[in-house]
Each structure stands twice: as structure tokens, then as C-alpha cells.
């Protein structure tokens, strides 16, 4: 059997990829496990959708979530007041189409994003504030039938792919 392959956000690998110029490494030994058995696909939606190192903060508005953004019933704004909804649609086609080019089943990604976040994200306030909901890539993954899991279910996706 193919070994389940697992689509990555590239921030939880130390990729300096995020809006403030950082990573995010998540130190597991699942993660590295799987990183030398050649199961992770490894992916910035972001960066995919064409936004650049650093960038202003970015957030879906008024409580909405990533599948109200796909619907075109929400737009993604930065903290400055771009509208880049654009951008974070196109990129999750792009990891969409990633995660399928390489037989991706899985997905995990950081949550909290207004991209990658599966668990929670912020509301769209720049004001901290978390809501229960799935940023746009995410929530394209999801439709698909790619199974998501957030930085904090690495127990639960390990146990997930099992010995796949
Ligand atoms: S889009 Fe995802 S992979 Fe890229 S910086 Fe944000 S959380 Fe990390």
C-alpha cells in the first residue's frame, strides 16, 4: 500500500513564510518520522496565492470563514485595509491542486490562519478574537475530502493514518 501522504503548512516546518517573516516550527517525532519516510507535502498557501514575506496581518471579515469566502459571501482584509481575498482563493486552488498532483489524503495545518486555521480563526476585528471555523484553504481541502487536521491533532492524525 502507498504510504499516506500528508499535505504540510510550510510554517510548521520552519519555513520563514508567515506574515511577520517567521516560522512556526512544530517539533514532533511523528513529524520528523514522516518527513524522512517522504510522506510530507509541504505547502504556503499564501506565498501560492501570489502574497509576499513580509505582509500586513490578514483576516476573514466580520466572523465569517473560509467557506463563506469560496461562496463569495466574505472577503479577507488586511490589517491595513487591502482586500486580498483574491489571492487567498487562488491559493488555496493552488494547494488544492498540490495536495492532489502528489496523492495528499491528509492535511496538516497551523491553526489559527486565515488560510491554514481548521479549529479556529480570528474574526475578522484584529482584535484577537477566535471563532470555531476553517480558514479558506482549509476549508477547499476539507470540501474535497482531504482530511484536516490542525498543529494540535498530531496524536490524532498519527493515529489517523495508522500504518499506512
Ligand atoms: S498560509 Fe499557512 S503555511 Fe503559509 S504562513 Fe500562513 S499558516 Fe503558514
Redesign the pocket.
Known amino acids: 500500500m502507498t504510504p499516506a501522504k500528508i499535505l504540510i503548512?510550510?510554517?510548521?516546518l520552519g519555513h520563514a513564510?508567515?506574515?511577520d517573516g517567521k516560522g512556526?516550527p512544530l517539533c514532533h517525532p511523528a513529524i520528523d518520522r514522516w518527513r524522512e519516510e517522504g510522506r510530507l507535502v509541504t505547502?504556503?498557501?499564501?506565498?501560492a496565492g501570489g502574497m509576499s514575506v513580509p505582509r500586513p496581518p490578514a483576516e476573514i471579515e466580520n466572523g465569517m470563514t473560509g467557506a463563506d469566502v469560496l461562496a463569495g459571501r466574505a472577503r479577507v482584509v488586511e490589517i491595513t485595509g487591502g482586500d486580498v481575498t483574491e489571492e487567498f482563493v487562488a491559493?488555496a486552488h493552488r494547494a488544492l491542486e498540490f495536495a492532489q498532483a502528489n496523492g495528499c489524503t491528509h492535511a496538516l495545518?497551523?491553526d489559527g490562519?486565515p488560510?491554514?486555521g481548521s479549529g479556529f480563526i480570528y474574526d475578522g476585528s484584529f482584535g484577537g478574537n477566535r471563532h470555531a471555523g476553517n480558514g479558506v484553504?482549509a476549508a477547499l481541502l476539507a470540501k474535497a475530502g482531504i482530511t484536516v487536521c490542525s498543529d494540535r491533532q498530531v496524536d490524532e492524525l498519527e493515529a489517523l493514518i495508522g500504518a499506512t
Request: proline fraction near 5%; aromatic fraction near 4%.
Open positions: 503548512s510550510a510554517c510548521l513564510v508567515r506574515y512556526k505547502i504556503c498557501p499564501e506565498l491559493g495545518l497551523i490562519s488560510s491554514c484553504t
